[in-house]
């Protein structure tokens, strides 16, 4: 027997198949222009933060950037480790020491139980490692092992919102799709994160989109208003972001007429 809302659902479909209108919708009254306005005014939207993370296995440029204070996490991938010259084991633990929020940390083998048994690894280095895994059938069932164990999970080279699905349905922590290159093969990474923000949205899915392979304060900027839960790029795109010739241009100004009234507000 159908029941409740599945119910409601055949019964109004089988009422516009036989060309009468749509029954009332059932459950409580529909709010009123008052509701709304108190609504809008009280309850922010979303109550969160974007989250800044770096994308490096530089633990020197961490160092620098930590001090500014916007440095949410750290991002690594094989090939930052390889270019670190470092060992995975020593600088996750560094990085994961600097900086107290999520720290990736990815698996590199292909097949679903060698990426688990390094994921465990990986994830035993420090209590902030989330353990980084591609977007292949093998890395969304080592997500959905992870999960169930309650370690965070980043699931990584995202092209697709059908790929993006199969990460939160997996239970991903952090899906990262990859703007950059996406626009590297001529697509639209932008409307990419656009496209998997509605789709999280629509049913309601947690895994959070860190937006990925951002290569200049444009994709930053764009990755934001796009609505991404988070954005990762390198040292030299962080500290373009407050960057302005206005600002300086601004700045010289009013030291110039500041200068010129010979006070001191010390
Ligand atoms: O986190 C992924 C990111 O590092 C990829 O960036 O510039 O190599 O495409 P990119």
């Not at 994830?123 to 353990?131: G, K, L, T």
């Not at 790029?233 to 200068?259: E, Q, Y």
Request: net charge negative; glycine share 8%; aromatic share 6%.
């Amino acid at each position: 027997m159908v029941e409740g809302a599945r119910a409601d659902w055949v019964w109004s479909v089988e009422r516009l198949r036989a060309g009468r209108p749509p029954p009332p919708l059932r459950g409580p009254p529909p709010p009123t222009g008052e509701d709304l306005a108190r609504v809008s005014i009280s309850t922010p939207l979303k109550a969160k933060l974007m989250k800044l993370f770096l994308d490096t296995a530089d633990v020197a440029v961490i160092k620098d950037m930590v001090p500014t204070g916007m440095v949410d996490g750290v991002t690594t991938n094989p090939s930052l480790i390889a270019k670190s010259g470092r060992n995975i084991a020593e600088v996750i633990a560094e990085i994961c020491a600097l900086v107290e929020g999520p720290i990736s940390a990815e698996a590199v083998s292909l097949d679903f139980e060698t990426m688990v048994k390094e994921g465990d690894k990986l994830a035993a280095i420090a209590p902030n490692v989330v353990v980084k895994l591609p977007l292949t059938w093998d890395g969304l069932r080592a997500c959905r092992v992870f999960t169930d164990k309650g370690i965070k999970t980043n699931v990584t080279l995202c092209f697709s919102a059908a790929q993006a699905l199969l990460a939160a349905k997996a239970g991903a922590t952090f899906v990262s799709p990859f703007v950059g290159r996406l626009e590297d093969n001529g697509a639209d990474g932008i409307a990419l994160l656009e496209e998997i923000r509605v789709l999280y949205d629509v049913h309601g899915f947690e895994t959070q989109i860190l937006a990925a392979s951002l290569r200049n304060v444009a994709h930053v900027a764009a990755a934001a208003v796009a609505g991404s839960d988070a954005a990762t790029f390198g040292a030299d795109t962080f500290k373009a972001l407050v960057k302005h010739p206005l600002t300086d241009r601004g700045l010289d100004a009013f030291v110039a007429d500041w200068a010129k009234t010979g006070q001191s507000i010390l």
